[in-house]
């Protein structure tokens, strides 16, 4: 089973986060769907997260992940020297979330939202729930 990456689909820093996991994922083991989409709200539900998550979420092998940790565990299947970064897992997760939060809540401040998505490829729409 593929693991699935929930992105909020109005900010650029996760559409940027998107589109580098697209590039990086060569064997193609990331699903994706927006927070906003009917999909997303199906699977936040199904796994218990508040409709209103502030977080980056990643559900694998049957387990949601958000904040640092979903970010650690996607890099850990990324292609390359991208996996060492998952290294930093060790790093407790008070301190790791502590980062995440703070760009989490100045996200929009900071890079803004998205007018418009960018339209995936072919190949790309086919990883889209």
Known sequence: MKS?????GECNVCDASVQFILKHDGQGYFQFASLQSESGQ?????????????????????????QS???????????????????????PPPIRNCAYKILANNRYKWFGKKEMCLLPTNEQRQRFL
């Open 69 to 91: 940790t979903a970010a650690l565990k996607i890099a850990k299947n990324l292609d390359s020297l991208w996996k060492w970064c998952y290294s930093a897992i060790l790093i």
């Open 42 to 66: 199906t699977l936040l539900k199904q796994y218990d997260i508040p409709p209103a998550t502030n977080s980056l979420v990643l559900i694998d092998r049957g387990k949601a992940y958000t």
């Open 4 to 8: 699935i990456v929930l992105f909020d």
